[in-house]
């Protein structure tokens, strides 16, 4: 796993076999999938979310992808968070999907989450050890606004 600048948090995920499409190369929505896989996997280790039987769900509000480079199989794809901007019951996380080994990115985007509670589904604060691990990945930035 590399360290990727500006981004405070990085895990590697192994593609698979079913991701790579017909032209050889990972297939569009699995990047969708690795970035929700760094992200949930962030909250449940550090956050102490639990999706299954906790009070709090994070539900997807917006999200954006921009493809800059393949990424294919087999190989590993570092991706690296951080938290731009963190609200009272949402987050703006910026993921950068890096082929193992390299610098620049394969895809960059953002992700935002709101924060309900599981019986209404209406939004809530962030839990303290919630907020306390999102806060660990909040940097400063002006994020660039891609048409």
């Not at 769900?57 to 794809?77: I, K, M, T």
Request: hydrophobic share 35%; proline share 5%.
């Amino acid at each position: 796993m590399t360290a990727h600048t500006g981004y405070p948090y990085t895990q590697t995920i192994t593609t698979r076999w079913k991701d790579n499409d017909q032209y050889g190369h990972v297939n569009n929505i699995d990047y969708y999938s690795f970035f929700d896989t760094v992200i949930n996997t962030y909250l449940i280790r550090e956050g102490q979310l639990d999706p299954v039987a906790g009070d709090v769900l994070g539900f997807c509000a917006e999200s954006h992808c921009r493809y800059l480079q393949a990424l294919s199989f087999p190989n590993d794809v570092d991706a690296a968070m951080r938290v731009t901007k963190l609200g009272r019951s949402s987050v703006r996380y910026e993921i950068g999907l890096f082929a193992s080994g390299s610098q620049e990115p394969a895809a960059e985007g953002w992700f935002v989450h709101v924060f309900v509670n599981r019986s209404d589904r209406k939004p809530r604060d962030l839990p303290a050890p919630l907020r306390s691990a999102l806060s660990r990945l909040l940097v400063n930035v002006e994020t660039e606004v891609r048409a």
